[in-house]
């Protein structure tokens, strides 16, 4: 079986569209589609099934995927490195989400990027669950940092931890929930107190106002900005409440430049995921730096 297709095969499987496979394999779509027809043929069953989004691989096209993109990766790694090269040479390609992956694991890996002779490069994306589980699936990561499980037997996840969320706002604002006249059966924050969120939607907040209080959260946004360490910066400036990671607020708390709200009994948690290709941690590289994460998130409770 001719090497080429079945790598054509696989970007098109991890891209889900012959448009982004073209695109990631330097083709035209025509010639995408030429060598899979070729592939299935010679293998007498389809591969993939077209849509009007992109396609879908058939059971066969799965079981293909998972038997050879491993095969396949550790011979680009191969290519790239050289049988003889140093591991150092190898460049880790990193994402997650922008305030975990700053705050916590690039921390970490930056030490495994000396000159020891088993140290790598380091390049970090970020994004959502969704694009950074998009971008692996692709090729474009070698590791991946997420709160969302990945389906399927292409990727490979493992627990890495857990994070608390907690309820938290300026010293001034906490006065105001003391003073506030509150039913028996309110949640103990004031309807009118502004919210500080990362998205319209208030994901934080929401998630945070179902698990404790059985309810959601009745005040709009006040202040949206698209990270976590702007939300903080926002709520220590006194612009309104703000669900957020205690690994993110720790020394805000201490300092007293922002108070919890609020502590339940059972704090809301979120976890995260280490997700790789399927039969990549066979990589020196991507293996190293998927221990060494979690030997770090032992240390973070």
């Given amino acids: 079986m001719d090497l080429a297709l079945l790598r054509t095969f696989v970007t098109v499987h991890r891209a889900g569209s012959f448009t982004r496979a073209a695109a990631l394999l330097g083709l035209s779509q025509p010639a995408v589609t030429s060598q899979i027809r070729t592939l299935e043929r010679q293998l007498g069953r389809p591969l993939f099934l077209r849509q009007a989004r992109g396609v879908t691989p058939t059971t066969m096209g799965d079981e293909l995927a998972h038997k050879a993109a491993p095969h396949l990766d550790a011979l680009v790694e191969i290519a790239e490195t050289g049988p003889d090269n140093d591991a150092s040479l190898r460049t880790l390609h990193l994402a997650g989400p922008p305030e975990f992956t700053a705050e916590r694991a690039l921390p970490a890996l930056t030490e495994l990027t000396g000159d020891d002779g088993q140290g790598f490069a380091l390049r970090a994306s970020f994004g959502n669950a969704e694009e950074t589980l998009e971008g692996l699936a692709a090729g474009h990561h070698d590791l991946a940092i997420s709160t969302a499980r990945p389906r399927g037997a292409l990727l490979t996840a493992t627990t890495l931890c857990d994070e608390e969320h907690v309820l938290v706002a300026a010293p001034h604002r906490a006065d105001q ?125």
Avoid: N, Q
């Fill in 177 to 301: 929930i003391c003073s506030a006249k509150l039913g028996p059966k309110d949640p103990p924050v004031p309807d009118d107190l502004p919210v500080i969120e990362v998205h319209e939607s208030l994901p934080f907040v929401s998630r945070y106002w179902a698990s404790v209080f059985d309810s959601r959260p009745a005040a709009p946004g006040t202040v949206i900005v698209p990270d976590l360490r702007a939300v903080l910066a926002c709520a220590i400036a006194g612009a309104g409440l703000a669900v957020l990671p205690r690994y993110l607020c720790t020394l805000a708390l201490k300092r007293g430049e922002v108070v919890p709200l609020y502590e339940p009994a059972v704090p809301p948690l979120r976890t995260y995921f280490l997700v790789v290709r399927t039969g990549t941690l066979a990589m020196p590289h991507v293996a190293r730096a998927h221990e060494w994460l979690h030997r770090a998130a032992a240390h973070w409770g």
